[in-house]
C-alpha cells in the first residue's frame, strides 16, 4: 500500500508541472492583457505602454515568462509561483492576487465540499434505493428526479431558488433562507449556534443549487453499480450463506458498488468548480468564481492563471485521493 | 448446532419423513416475461435421505438451477413459486426472508458454478467463511476464524494460514471453488446443492474439486444434489439421478438403472449423443434432432414429442407423469419417500426395455428447424451426403499425404508492461514455446491442453492473425510468417476460422445472408453468384436456405454455430481451424455439430485444426493429436495410439481425469491424479515444465533421475510408444 500511495503522488507531479505549462500557454494567447490601454483614444503616451509592459513583462519572451512565472527568478519581486507570488495584476498596481485567493479560497471551499458531501450522500442514498426497488413507483420518481435536475441549467435554477427563498420568507414571515451574501461578515463575533443558523440560512440555497447536477448523475451511476453488484454471484452466494438482507446489502453490495463511484465524483468536481462560478454569482457570494470574472473582465491574465492553476490543483488533488481511496477500497489494485 | 435443536424452532418434522433431510413436492416456478408467464419449472418432486447423493442432469433451460434456487429461496421476487420444498421438515417456501436465512448455509447450503465471481473482490479468504460460520453460530471472532482454517484444511488447500489473509483474486480458479466449498461447509449442513460446481474448470482441476467436495461430505454427511449438464460428472459421484427436460424431471431412479436402462426417450437420446473416450472411434454419435422446447410455448402433451422418434398421437395430447418402469404392463405410481424405484415420464416406456440409442436415433448431421421439416431435411442430407461418399476415406494417419500446414519452431511471446507512463517492459507471457505441427491433407489435427497453454494462441498464430515471435509457418509451402498483410491476402481463402461462442461471433445486426456472404464480398463477388452460394451454403450446413433474411437471435446456438461454419465455407477453403467449434453447446446439439464436421471433411476434402480441451469429442474426430501443455507439445500421436497407450504423465493424468459416462466403470477406473495448478507461463519451471505437478515425478522417480527433470527440458522424440512425447521418463500405460 506505501509503494502504492508513493507512486501515485511521484505519478501527479508530472500531471501538475503539464496542467501549469497548458494554463500558462492557454491564458498568454488568449489575449494581450494591455488592449484596452492601446486601444484608448487619444492613445496614450508611449512610455505609459512600455512601462506597463515591464511592468507584467510583455517585453519578454513566452519561455522566459514561463520560467519567471514558476520561479521568480530575474522578476520584480512580485512574481514566482515558487515564492509564493502570482504575478502583477492589471487590476491596479496594488492588487495582490495572492491575497485575493487566500481571502476567498475559504468561501468557495466551503460551498463546494458541502456541495459534493450532499451531492454524494443523496446520491448514494437514492441510488441504493433505486436498484433495490428496481421498476417500482420510487425507483421511477427518483429517476425522473434524476434527469429533471440533470437538464435543468444551473443559472436559471438558482434565480428559481432565490425567487423560492423569499417567497418562502414571506409566508413565514421570517428571515429563514438568505438569497443574498455569503453570509461571513454577519457570522463575525457569534457563538456556535449562532453560527451554525447562519450558515444554514446563507449556505442552504446556493448548495441546493450546485449540488444538484452532481447529485443527478451520481445517482444514476450509484443505481447502474448497485444493480450489477445485487445481480453478481457473491451477493448470491452471500445470501446463500445466510447473512440477513441488510447486511448483504450493506457488506456485501453497496461496499464493492461504492469503488466505481469514487472515480466519477473525482471528476465530477472539476464540474462542481464550475458551477461554483455561476452559483456564487447569482448568490452574489465573494469567492474565487467572482474573483474569476472579475479577472476576466479586467484581462488579468496573472490573475486567471492563478484561478485556472488552483482549480487544476484542486481537480488532481481530488483524483489522487480517489485513486488513494479506491487501493482503500479494492485489494486488487492495491497489489498491482 | 445439531439438528434437533434447528428443527424444535419452527415445525417439527411432520411423523413418517425418517430421514429425509429435504422433501420437494409439486415445486412449480413461473417468472413473468413480456411474453407472457415462463413456466421453468414444473411439478417437481424428489426426496433427498440423509447422506445420499442425488444427480440432477438437464440442458441449458431445463430448470434444473432454478429448481435448486427455489429450495434455497434464491430466486428473485417476481417468480411465483408453487408446491413446497421443506429442508428438515421446515416448509421453504412462502417463508419470509429473515427465516429463511436462518436454514440457509446452516441446515441448507450451496455451491455455484463460476468460481471466479463467486466471492466477494474486496474482503480475504478467510473473512468469508468466518462470516458464514458467524452467521449462524454465536461464537466470538477468533473462533470463527480458527473453524476457518479448519474448513480450509478440510478441502485441501496447502497453506491454509496464508490463505486466510490472501483475497480471491490471489487464488486460482480451482482453489476459489475449494473455498466456496469451504463455506457450504461451515456449519456442517444437512444438505448441499452444487449448481455445476466443476463446469467452469479444467479438467485435472475438477477432478481436484471433486475429490474435495467428496471428502468434505464424508467428513459432515451431508446429502448432496449435484446439478450438472455433464453425465461423466454424475456417473461417479451419485447414487440417484433425476434428468429434467422442459422444466419437468422426466426419468428418475439409480444411477445404474438410467445410465444402463433409460426408459425415456430423451435420456436415451442424450447417452446416444455423448462421445466417449471408451468407445470406439467408428461409431457416428446419434444427436436428437430439432431443438428444447420454448417454455413460453410449450407443447401441449409430452415436452419432447416434438423431437421424439417414437412420438405417437397420445404423446402430442397428454403429458405423460413420472411412474415406475419395472410394473409389468400396468405402470403405478410411485410414493414420494420411495428412492429406490426407477421412474420414467413416458406413455411407451415399455417398449425402451434393453433399446440403445442408435434403435430410435440416427447419425444424422441434420438439425431441424422445424420439427415437421426434420424428417424430410435429414433424408435429403443424408441423400447429399451418399453421392459423395464413394471418393472418400475416413482413415486415420498423415503419412504418404501431403502437409497443408506446416509450423516450426513457433514461439509467441506477450510482453508484461508496467503500469504508468513508462509501461516499461517487465518480463513476457510464454503462450507458445517453441513448437512443430504438421497439419496434412483431409485430416483433423486435434491440439488439446486446459486453458492457457496456448493452444489457441497457437491456432491464431497458425492463420497468422497475430504475428510469431520467432518460428515459421508454411501453407503448401509458402512461408505465411514473413508474408506482408497483403500478400496473406489471397491465401485468406483457403484458411478459415470457426469460433468459439456462436453466439458472440455472429454480428446480431446482420441477417445470416448478410453474414454468410461476408466473406464472398470481400473476395469480389457480385450479389447474385453470392446469393446463390449463400442458399448453397446454409443447405449444406443443414439449415434451412429460405432462413437467410433471418436474424442471428432466432436461432439456436447449435444453428447459430451452423451459420458460423457456413460462412467459413463460404470461400471453398482448404483449412478450417475450429477453435472449441462445440464447447459451447448442449450435449444433444453438439453431436449434430460434430457429424456435420466430419460430413462436411469428408464430402468437401477439408483439413481441420480443431483445438479442444475436451479429450471425449478429440477422440472422436480426430486423426492425430497433440497435447499442449505450458506453450510446448508434450505428446503428439495418433488419435488411436495416444488414447489406447498415453506415454506422457499429463497425458496420462488429462485422460484419467475425464470422467466417463458410465457408473461402474467410472467408480472402478485407475485414477493418474496431478495435484497442484498450471503454473503461470510467465515464470514457467526449469527444465521440463510439467515436473511440478507430475505424479512420476513426486512419487516415482529418484532423487537423481529427478535431476534431469529440474535441469534438462524434455525434448520431444518417439521413447518407444510408438509416437512421440517429451518425457524423460515415458513409459506407455494402458487405461482403458
Not at chain 1, 90 to 110: F, H, K, M, V
Not at chain 1, 208 to 228: D, G, N, P
Not at chain 2, 168 to 178: A, D, F
Not at chain 2, 351 to 374: I, K, Y
Request: glycine letters at 8%; one cysteine or more.
Amino acid at each position: 500500500m506505501l509503494v502504492y500511495t508513493v507512486r501515485r503522488i511521484l505519478g501527479a507531479i508530472p500531471i501538475l508541472v503539464l496542467a501549469s505549462v497548458l494554463t500558462f500557454v492557454l491564458i498568454d494567447v488568449s489575449g494581450d492583457p494591455l488592449t484596452e490601454l492601446r486601444m484608448q483614444q487619444p492613445p496614450p503616451d508611449p512610455s505609459v505602454i512600455q512601462l506597463q509592459e515591464e511592468r507584467l513583462y510583455l517585453d519578454r519572451s513566452m519561455p522566459e515568462r514561463y520560467w519567471l512565472w514558476i520561479t521568480g527568478i530575474g522578476g520584480h519581486g512580485d512574481i514566482g509561483l515558487l515564492q509564493g507570488e502570482f504575478g502583477p495584476s492589471t487590476q491596479s498596481n496594488s492588487y495582490d492576487i495572492g491575497a485575493a485567493i487566500a481571502e476567498r479560497l475559504g468561501t468557495t471551499l466551503r460551498l463546494v465540499a458541502a456541495a459534493m458531501v450532499f451531492a454524494l450522500g443523496l446520491a448514494v442514498l437514492a441510488g441504493v434505493i433505486s436498484a433495490m426497488r428496481q421498476y417500482s413507483k420510487l425507483d421511477y420518481t427518483l429517476t425522473f428526479i434524476g434527469f429533471l435536475a440533470l437538464a435543468m441549467p444551473v443559472f436559471w435554477f438558482a434565480g428559481i431558488m432565490q425567487q423560492a427563498g423569499v417567497a418562502f420568507n414571506d409566508l413565514v414571515g421570517d428571515q429563514v433562507f438568505a438569497t443574498i451574501g455569503d453570509g461571513l461578515y454577519q457570522a463575525q463575533g457569534e457563538d456556535l449556534w449562532g453560527r451554525i443558523t447562519n450558515a444554514f440560512a446563507y449556505m442552504t440555497l446556493p448548495t441546493i443549487v450546485l449540488m444538484l447536477t452532481s447529485f443527478a448523475s451520481w445517482s444514476r451511476y450509484q443505481r447502474t453499480s448497485m444493480l450489477e453488484v445485487l445481480n453478481s454471484d457473491y451477493v448470491r452466494l452471500a445470501r446463500a450463506k445466510g447473512l440477513p438482507n441488510r447486511v448483504v446489502i450493506r457488506r456485501h453490495a453497496l461496499r464493492t458498488a461504492l469503488i466505481p463511484l469514487t472515480t466519477v465524483v473525482a471528476v465530477g468536481i472539476a464540474g462542481i468548480i464550475d458551477g461554483a462560478i455561476l452559483t456564487e454569482r447569482v448568490f452574489q457570494w465573494r469567492g474565487l468564481g467572482e474573483f474569476f470574472i472579475t479577472a476576466v473582465e479586467a484581462n488579468d491574465s496573472y490573475a486567471l492563471m492563478a484561478w485556472l492553476l488552483l482549480s487544476g490543483v484542486l481537480v488532481i488533488l481530488a483524483n489522487l485521493i480517489a485513486d488513494l481511496l479506491y487501493g482503500v477500497l479494492d485489494p486488487r489494485i492495491r497489489y498491482e | 448446532m445439531t439438528t434437533t435443536d434447528h428443527m424444535s424452532n419452527e415445525e417439527t418434522a411432520s411423523p413418517g419423513t425418517g430421514d429425509v433431510v429435504l422433501e420437494v413436492s409439486d415445486l412449480s416456478v413461473t417468472f413473468p416475461s413480456d411474453d407472457g408467464p415462463l413456466p421453468a419449472v414444473r411439478e417437481v418432486s424428489y426426496v433427498l435421505r440423509r447422506g445420499e447423493a442425488l444427480g440432477i442432469v438437464g440442458e441449458s433451460g431445463s430448470g434444473k438451477s432454478v429448481t435448486s434456487m427455489a429450495v434455497m429461496g434464491l430466486l428473485p421476487k417476481n417468480a411465483r413459486v408453487e408446491g413446497s420444498a421443506k429442508v428438515l421438515g421446515q416448509e421453504i417456501v412462502g417463508l419470509k426472508d429473515e427465516q429463511i436465512s436462518k436454514v440457509r448455509g446452516n441446515r441448507i447450503a450451496m455451491i455455484f458454478q463460476d468460481p471466479l465471481t463467486s466471492l466477494n473482490p474486496v474482503y480475504t479468504v478467510g473473512y468469508q467463511i468466518a462470516e458464514a460460520v458467524l452467521a449462524h453460530r454465536k461464537v466470538g471472532k477468533k473462533a470463527a476464524t480458527a473453524r476457518a482454517l479448519e474448513l480450509l484444511e478440510l478441502v485441501d488447500i496447502p497453506n491454509p494460514e496464508q490463505r486466510l489473509k490472501q483475497y480471491p483474486h490471489e487464488l486460482s480458479g480451482g482453489m476459489r471453488q475449494r473455498v466456496v466449498i469451504a463455506i457450504a461447509m461451515a456449519n456442517e449442513p444437512d444438505v448441499i446443492i452444487a449448481d455445476e460446481p466443476t463446469t467452469a474448470l479444467d479438467v485435472t482441476v475438477q477432478a481436484q474439486v471433486l475429490g474435495a467436495l467428496e471428502s468434505a461430505r464424508k467428513e459432515t454427511g451431508a446429502a448432496l444434489v449435484l446439478i450438472t449438464h455433464d453425465l461423466g460428472v454424475v456417473a461417479g459421484h451419485v447414487d440417484r439421478i433425476g434428468v429434467m427436460y422442459g422444466g419437468r424431471i422426466v426419468e428418475m431412479g439409480p444411477v445404474e438403472d438410467v445410465f444402463y436402462q433409460p426408459r425415456m426417450p430423451y435420456a436415451l437420446g442424450l447417452l446416444g449423443s455423448l462421445p466417449r473416450l471408451d468407445e470406439d472411434r467408428s461409431e457416428r454419435l446419434t444427436p436428437i434432432l430439432g431443438t428444447p422446447p420454448s417454455l413460453l410455448s410449450l407443447p401441449g402433451g409430452c415436452a419432447f414429442a416434438p423431437r421424439c422418434p417414437m412420438a405417437r398421437d397420445l404423446c402430442h395430447e397428454q403429458e405423460p407423469r413420472l411412474l415406475a418402469t419395472d410394473g409389468n404392463g400396468e405402470r403405478v405410481s410411485v410414493q414420494v419417500g420411495d428412492t429406490d424405484t426407477h421412474t420414467s415420464a413416458c406413455h411407451f416406456s415399455d417398449e425402451l426395455e434393453n433399446a440403445q440409442p442408435t434403435d430410435l436415433f440416427r447419425g444424422t448431421a441434420v438439425e431441424a428447424d422445424t420439427t415437421e421439416a426434420a424428417e424430410e431435411q435429414a433424408e435429403q442430407a443424408e441423400q447429399a451426403l451418399a453421392e459423395v461418399d464413394g471418393t472418400s476415406g475416413g482413415a486415420a494417419g498423415g503419412s504418404g499425404r501431403e502437409a497443408v500446414l506446416t509450423v516450426r519452431e513457433l514461439v509467441k511471446h506477450f510482453p508484461i508492461r508496467s503500469k504508468g507512463l513508462l509501461k516499461r517492459r517487465v518480463g513476457e507471457v510464454q503462450a507458445v514455446s517453441g513448437i512443430s505441427l504438421d497439419l496434412y491433407e483431409h485430416e483433423t489435427l486435434a491440439l488439446v491442453g486446459e486453458s492457457g497453454c496456448g493452444k489457441s494462441t497457437t491456432a491464431r498464430l497458425m492463420l497468422q492473425l497475430i504475428r510469431q515471435t520467432s518460428g515459421e509457418v508454411h501453407y503448401r509451402g509458402q512461408p505465411l510468417h514473413s508474408m506482408s498483410p497483403r500478400q496473406l491476402r489471397p491465401l485468406r481463402r483457403d484458411l478459415q476460422l470457426v469460433f468459439q461462442d456462436p453466439f458472440a461471433s455472429l454480428d446480431p445486426r446482420m441477417t445470416v445472408a448478410d453474414i454468410v456472404a461476408e466473406p464472398l464480398r470481400i473476395h469480389g463477388q457480385g450479389n447474385g453468384t453470392a446469393r446463390k452460394r449463400v442458399r448453397e451454403l446454409l443447405e449444406l450446413v443443414g439449415l434451412n436456405s429460405e432462413h437467410g433474411a433471418r436474424y442471428p437471435h432466432e436461432f439456436s446456438g447449435g444453428q447459430r454455430q451452423r451459420i458460423g461454419i457456413a460462412r467459413a465455407l463460404a470461400l471453398n477453403p482448404k483449412v478450417l481451424i475450429l477453435d472449441e467449434p462445440v464447447s459451447a453447446l448442449d450435449v444433444s446439439i453438439q453431436a449434430g455439430v460434430i457429424n456435420l464436421l466430419e460430413d462436411l471433411q469428408d464430402d468437401l476434402g477439408l483439413s481441420y485444426l480443431f483445438v479442444s480441451h475436451d479429450l471425449s469429442v478429440v477422440k472422436h474426430i480426430a486423426d492425430r493429436v497433440a497435447v499442449m501443455y505450458l506453450g510446448k507439445i508434450v505428446e503428439t500421436g495418433t488419435a488411436e495410439d495416444l488414447f489406447r497407450a498415453p506415454a506422457h504423465p499429463y497425458t496420462q493424468a488429462l485422460i484419467s481425469a475425464i470422467p466417463l459416462p458410465d457408473p461402474v466403470k467410472e467408480r472402478t477406473r485407475e485414477r493418474i491424479v496431478v495435484t497442484g495448478d498450471v503454473p503461470s507461463p510467465a515464470n514457467p519451471p526449469s527444465g521440463c515444465r510439467f515436473r511440478t505437478r507430475c505424479p512420476k515425478f513426486a512419487d516415482e522417480l529418484s532423487e537423481n533421475e529427478r535431476v534431469k527433470c529440474v535441469e534438462e527440458p524434455p525434448e520431444l522424440v518417439d521413447r518407444g510408444a510408438g509416437h512421440p512425447d517429451a518425457c524423460h521418463y515415458s513409459r506407455a500405460v494402458e487405461l482403458f
